[in-house]
């Protein structure tokens, strides 16, 4: 089984400031992960996915996104957030190699940025 | 073209009333689902398909039944609607494993 942790319920940022949002995930496999964006209203849509292969994984949108076996992390990154980055931001992840695969979902971390 | 597609897009119902909710994904993917979104923003999986076939149900109420007539589509029949089902409900699609899941924009559920 899996669980994913979004320790940050909301993140409040300044335009044009650098932001990370924590990810941390536990799984007794392999996992894959994913982290995406849900603006107001719609729904989600992928930034990014880690499957094997670099563990720096670069996304939509200038997210990007460091895979960190050793400290089960996949922190969500970004250099300098615009306005329209306000969205809620989920984390994920699936375990691979059993019958059957679901997506598990962090609580989600609010975005919020201020002019 | 929208890649999947949910309708209604918002519900508002009376408690003890049955209601559907229609999926509909034009990607020739092999795989939905449907999510629950509740008040906090959790999203949990409710039900899987592969290729017609229920593959993931999770411990959900036997009031949702899910059907799927072909691949396409996967709709939501939910029996005597209570006050704690009123949520978001997301389909969503994908190919294979590991690959992206494709979400719907969202049925706003509100049971009254």
């Known amino acids: 089984a899996q669980s994913v942790t979004q320790l940050d319920s909301q993140v409040p940022v300044f335009e044009e400031a650098p932001v990370e949002l924590r990810c941390n995930y536990s799984?007794?496999?392999?996992?894959?992960l994913f982290w995406y964006v849900q603006y107001p209203n719609q729904g989600l849509q992928l930034l990014l996915k880690y499957l094997s292969g670099s563990t720096l994984v670069k996304g939509i949108n200038g997210f990007e996104a460091e895979f960190n076996k050793s400290q089960t992390s996949f922190h969500l990154r970004k250099p300098s957030v615009h306005i329209s980055d306000t969205a809620e931001y989920f984390c994920a992840a699936e375990g691979y190699g059993g019958a059957t695969n679901k997506l598990i979902f962090g609580t989600g971390t609010l975005l919020a940025v201020q002019p | 073209d929208t890649a999947v597609s949910q309708t209604p897009k918002y519900l508002v119902t009376q408690m003890g009333n049955d209601k559907s909710i229609k999926c509909e994904q034009n990607l020739g993917h092999d795989t939905m689902y449907w999510y629950k979104q509740d008040s906090k923003k959790f999203l949990k999986i409710m039900f899987s398909?592969?290729?017609?076939?229920?593959?993931i149900n999770e411990t959900v109420p036997n009031r949702f039944s899910p059907k799927s007539p072909d691949k396409a589509h996967l709709n939501l029949h939910i029996n005597s609607l209570e006050l704690g089902d009123s949520a978001v409900y997301f389909c969503?699609?994908?190919?294979?494993?590991?690959?992206?899941?494709?979400f719907g924009p969202g049925t706003r559920l509100l049971v009254l």
């Open positions: 799984s007794s496999v392999s996992v894959y």
């Open positions: 969503a699609s994908r190919g294979f494993f590991g690959e992206t899941q494709y």
């Open positions: 398909y592969n290729n017609k076939e229920l593959i």
